[in-house]
């Protein structure tokens, strides 16, 4: 039952970065969190309690869900942040089955959390859909295909969905940062089909990244802009997070195609 009175969260993806700083400032502003990591436990001293939870698993997923709405009865917000990636290469330096597997979490693992707390929220007649999505999203990076693929393809399924859903109450956001001061570039995993092709534009790309890291900014740019979504009376499908990524917004929207081309090749120092 919840004592706590205020409304509910479920974050995924919670052990570091976007996911356990937006775990915290939801809970400063009031919601009654509930964070996931893939193994669960360590909830001790912190604002917000740890779930287990795969999103690869239904029945993970399935389990989680459930153990929200035994304790609370309801989930307010859902915030699929869970996501993985590959260290920068070329599209065809990743086989079929890792490709897949990027899939499997950051397009698949968002799709059965969602449609695992949708019939909870239809009950309620509310509820808030945040997914974390990225810049590459709408503007694909060379090297980093695969990723840009899954991110692209989150935003499309969010757009449709949040029409769908709207008319029952449910609204659904999407939001695009730029590179995060996260792990989640130093844990990538490297192609499992490296070729020699690639290895000086490689080794020059994460030398790239690696700068552009170095001035990344906070992932609490990314917390506050998933509280707005969450409060806001009239959501947006899309909020940019951060200065970078409102800047990447306004030259894609307003640039030409072939100037936006060639501005990217430069910024990323490609022949």
């Known amino acids: 039952m919840n004592n706590h009175h205020g409304p509910v969260a479920l ?11 937006t775990a915290k400032r939801l809970s400063e502003a009031g919601y009654r969190v509930f964070a996931t990591r893939r193994k669960g436990g360590g909830s001790s001293g912190l604002a917000y309690e740890i779930l287990a939870l795969d999103v690869t698993s239904d029945e993970s997923v399935t389990s989680a869900v459930g153990e929200v709405i035994r304790r ?3 989930i307010d917000l859902l915030v699929n942040n869970a996501g993985i990636n590959l260290s920068v290469g070329g599209a065809e330096e990743s086989s079929i089955e890792q490709a897949k597997a990027l899939f499997d979490t950051n397009f ?14 239809r ?5 808030r ?11 694909p990076m060379p090297f980093m295909a695969l990723y840009s693929a899954t991110k692209h393809a989150l935003a499309a399924y969010s757009d449709a969905l949040d029409h769908e ?7 659904i956001s999407v939001i695009e940062p730029a590179f995060m001061k996260t792990s989640i570039d130093a844990n990538s995993q490297a192609s499992d089909a490296p070729m020699t092709e690639y290895h000086e534009v490689r080794r020059a790309m994460d030398t790239r990244v690696k700068e552009m890291l170095a001035d990344a900014e906070d992932p609490i740019v990314v917390a506050e802009a998933v509280l707005n979504a969450a409060r806001s009376a009239h959501p947006k499908r899309r909020y940019a997070a951060g200065t970078a990524a409102r800047r990447l917004r306004w030259i894609h929207a307003f640039l030409p195609a072939q100037l936006l081309d060639t501005g990217l090749r430069k910024q990323l120092r490609l022949g």
């Open 11 to 21: 974050v995924t993806g919670a052990s570091s970065g976007i996911g356990e700083v």
């Open 72 to 74: 609370e009865e309801r």
């Open 108 to 121: 698949f693992g968002m799709v059965r959390m969602t449609r695992a707390v949708i019939p909870h929220m």
């Open 123 to 127: 009950q309620q007649g509310v509820g």
């Open 129 to 139: 859909i945040v997914n974390i999505g990225s810049v590459t999203g709408f503007m």
């Open 165 to 171: 859903l709207r008319d029952v109450g449910i609204r």
